[in-house]
């Protein structure tokens, strides 16, 4: 039902241009004298423009074991599909997706994202592509030596291009230095972890065993009296609780 208006076309056939809102056609046909008879009611659904929309959602990750969820939102129509390209837009994957959301999870390559969206019978649009990029995580390594206990031991991060780093040296103690030194108060293996975070944001560890060798527990005897210009023997009685004892050296001064 509705307000209803004629036209002066008696011809079997009617062109329409610049339809804007939905329209109902019907024509009147009369044959001689005869009562005149309605055909049945034709609908013209006009539809708005596709419109694509826009996407938003995370810009940059770090690669590993990430996920993130894009959004597409200010849409005329229905999505058809998402697409991806890794090479900056020169080609594009389907995929089959057609909500307005789109999961990704694992993403190892920086990625452009873009969204095809129908409207009726109009032409579809494709939105602007959303970039998200993939940051490297630290490739993280370091350098120590095996060390003795209550004696210092060195460690030296080289990580490229590092950033933030936390020492954890397995002993209780740690450090935020580039170059580290800890000290071990009881011989044993340690494990010691060196956590980066680069400038992205991206971060990793790595762990290294360390060996913490005893100091031996030096002693000797020598007899209580002797005559002069007699020879004194000295005996060496150091013991180590783990290991050998490879080199001596007497001083009698």
């Keep these: 039902s509705g307000p209803r208006s004629n036209t002066t076309n008696t011809g079997s056939s009617m062109a329409i241009t610049n339809l804007n809102t939905t329209q109902y056609y019907r024509?009147?046909?009369?044959?001689?004298?005869?009562?005149?008879?309605?055909?049945?009611?034709?609908?013209?659904?006009?539809?708005s423009p596709s419109q694509s929309g826009i996407i938003s959602g995370v810009?940059?990750?770090?690669?590993?074991?990430?996920?993130?969820?894009?959004?597409?939102?200010?849409?005329?129509?229905?999505?058809?599909s998402w697409e991806s390209s890794t090479d900056n837009g020169i080609t594009w994957t389907s995929i089959s997706n057609t909500s307005n959301q789109l999961d990704v999870s694992n993403l190892s390559t920086s990625t452009h994202y873009r969204s095809i969206v129908e409207n009726g019978v109009c032409p579809s649009d494709t939105s602007s592509a959303k970039f998200v990029s993939v940051n490297p995580l630290p490739a993280v390594s370091?350098?120590?030596?095996?060390?003795?206990?209550?004696?210092?031991?060195?460690?030296?991060?080289?990580?490229p291009n590092s950033?933030?780093?936390?020492?954890?040296?397995?002993?209780?103690?740690?450090?935020?230095t580039s170059t580290a030194v800890s000290a071990y108060p009881n011989p044993g293996t340690f494990s010691v972890k060196l956590t980066v975070t680069t400038t992205a944001g991206c971060v990793?560890?790595?762990?290294?065993p360390i060996t913490?060798?005893?100091?031996p527990t030096v002693d000797f005897s020598f007899p209580a009296t002797t005559c002069f210009g007699n020879d004194v023997q000295f005996t060496n009685a150091s013991t180590i609780v783990s290991g050998s004892i490879t080199s001596y050296l007497w001083d009698l001064d």
Excluded: M, Y
């Design 27 to 47: 024509a009147r046909v009369q044959n001689g004298n005869c009562p005149a008879d309605f055909s049945t009611v034709h609908k013209v659904t006009v539809s």
């Design 212 to 215: 913490i060798h005893p100091k």
């Design 204 to 208: 990793d560890s790595l762990s290294q």
């Design 142 to 159: 370091f350098s120590l030596s095996d060390g003795c206990e209550d004696t210092d031991v060195s460690f030296q991060n080289t990580t």
């Design 59 to 80: 810009s940059s990750l770090c690669e590993g074991n990430n996920g993130f969820q894009l959004s597409l939102s200010n849409t005329t129509g229905s999505v058809l």
């Design 163 to 176: 950033g933030l780093q936390v020492w954890d040296f397995g002993n209780g103690n740690g450090g935020t």
